[in-house]
């Protein structure tokens, strides 16, 4: 991949020790990659971007053997409304790797509202963000969660990778061919503050703390709004 598009490297160990390994095609889930090897993704390990000239990121898993025959369903690759064939077979091909986090305090969940750069302006996100070239995943993670928060975290832990892929128009015009890889993690706020947007005017119009029993009543973007019902769910039991 290049510059702008990372390459994301699969790693499978079973009992600690490596027995798979391979790139994720372009749209493509670790778990189908995965599986179509003959292999279950049983728990995602950790994430790091690799040292070397060419931008990397590798994502292990714990794995079992498994039937090949028996993959994971294909994921769909949604089309945004009004774009024709044309648009779609001249589509850029992007992928963008992403840290996420479900950042918890004395004071809640912190969330991030989804401004009108988005497609989704007004839906409710964790907080975190894009990598830069080579960047470490857990320093753009804090990097990310500071700029749209002002919030400090600690006890930082990988937890799972969200693939998504579609085609769509981006904010500057281009329609793109795009593969969001994120990377959710855990962390913990222990000096939790009025939050404050320090990268005003972009994907972020708002951030606040939400009290457990507060964060069903707002929308939540679809791509991580499973992760976070679950969340309220085990925190609330």
């Known amino acids: 991949m290049t510059a702008a598009n990372p390459a994301v490297l699969v790693e499978g160990l079973l009992g600690g020790s490596p027995v798979v390994a391979l790139e994720l095609a372009h749209g493509e889930p670790p778990a189908l990659a995965l599986a179509r090897a003959g292999w279950r993704a049983e728990r995602a390990l950790s994430a790091v971007s690799l040292p070397g000239p060419e931008w990397r990121v590798l994502v292990r898993y714990a794995v079992a053997p498994a039937d090949p025959v028996d993959l994971p369903a294909e994921p769909t690759v949604r089309r945004d409304a009004g774009l024709g064939e044309v648009d779609v077979a001249g589509a850029v091909v992007r992928r963008r790797v992403a840290a996420y986090a479900l950042v918890s305090s004395a004071r809640g969940l912190l969330l991030t509202e989804l401004s009108a750069r988005t497609n989704v302006a007004g839906r409710w996100n ?3 963000g894009g990598l830069d070239p080579c960047e470490q995943v857990e320093d753009a993670l804090r990097r990310e969660v500071w700029e749209e928060s002002d919030q400090e975290i600690e006890g ?20 793109e061919d795009y593969h969001a890889v994120r990377l959710i993690h855990t962390a913990r706020c222990p000096d939790p503050t009025d939050p404050v947007i320090h990268d005003v005017g972009g994907s972020t119009s708002d951030v606040r703390w939400f009290g457990w029993d507060e964060v069903g009543q707002v929308p939540l973007a679809d791509s991580v709004a499973p992760l976070i019902r ?8």
């Open 156 to 175: 930082v832990a990988f937890r799972e990778v969200v693939s998504d892929h579609w085609v769509g128009r981006a904010p500057h015009g281009v329609v």
């Open 126 to 128: 964790l907080p975190g």
């Open 230 to 237: 679950d969340a309220v769910r085990r925190h609330l039991a």
